[in-house]
């Protein structure tokens, strides 16, 4: 696990330049793409890429980590709708490249397993941004999901709900309770995980995900057994690190050559 703490802009460039030098290698590449705040930037930032004519996603692929159960389609909080409008209409994606769960499926258990199935016949995520929630889930795998779990049905929880009613005009009622999530297993497939998170709110939950121990009640633990994980926090999400100056001192002698 790699730990970069920087500006937020200088965390969007680099989590950018990881996916700009995938697509370069692999113009076919499989992204795995996240919705809430964290990760805004780094599509913003893309888009520009792609403006420029650094960046094409036409032969690229890419699946969503989760989806809200029984928003209407056209709900602008439907993270389908959602990924549309913040990176998947800005770029060159090919139709039908982007896909999520399916929150109004009728049978859900059916629409979680294709889900699975078709990630697999992808051939896998090769890059999957991640943000993080203030109770350390990831998706919305909340504390106490299985750590070898793959796309299913969850319950939200209260914390999370609260977290996201300012999408919903402040309103928590108005936050679905349930979701489609793909599981910690799942996303612990993907070749490279490069998980962002800025802001004070986030500090207890970077101090679990890279100094705690293991555990289902702060899920985004589990990937301390992954390979490759970039971790990108700004100096007040890392504010709980008690390795801090020693990633600091890692990261300003890390060789140039080396990437993300
Ligand atoms: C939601 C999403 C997560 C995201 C989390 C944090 O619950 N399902 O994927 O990481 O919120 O959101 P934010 O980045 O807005 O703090």
């Not at 057994?225 to 504010?239: E, F, G, K, M, Y």
């Amino acid at each position: 696990m790699e730990v970069v703490i920087a500006a937020p802009e200088d965390l969007v460039a680099l989590a950018a330049g990881a996916i700009e030098s995938l697509l370069a290698a692999k113009p076919a590449a499989v992204l795995g793409l996240a919705t809430g705040s964290s990760p805004l930037g780094i599509y913003d930032e893309l888009v520009r890429r792609h403006l420029d004519g650094r960046v094409s996603f036409s032969r690229a692929r890419a699946f969503m980590l989760d989806e809200y159960v029984g928003l209407p389609p056209d709900h602008p909080e439907r993270y389908r709708n959602v990924i549309e409008q913040e990176i998947a209409s800005r770029v060159d994606f090919a139709p039908d490249a982007v896909q999520g769960p399916d929150g109004l499926a009728e049978d859900v258990v059916a629409a979680c397993a294709q889900y699975e199935a078709a990630i697999v016949e992808a051939g896998g995520v090769d890059l999957q941004i991640l943000g993080i929630g203030t109770d350390g889930h990831v998706g919305f795998n909340e504390p106490g999901s299985s750590l070898a779990s793959r796309t299913r049905i969850k319950t939200l929880t209260d914390q999370t709900r609260a977290d996201n009613a300012r999408f919903f005009d402040g309103d928590i009622d108005e936050v679905p309770r349930h979701c489609l999530t793909q599981g910690l297993a799942t996303i612990m497939s993907a070749r490279h995980i490069v998980l962002i998170a800025i802001g004070r709110a986030k500090a207890e939950a970077i101090h679990h995900l890279v100094e705690g121990p293991v555990s289902a009640m702060w899920p985004a633990t589990i990937l301390q057994h992954h390979p490759h994980v970039s971790v990108l926090v700004d100096p007040a999400a890392a504010s709980r690190l008690q390795l801090a100056d020693y990633f600091r001192s890692t990261y300003a002698a890390k060789p140039a050559w080396q990437g993300l």
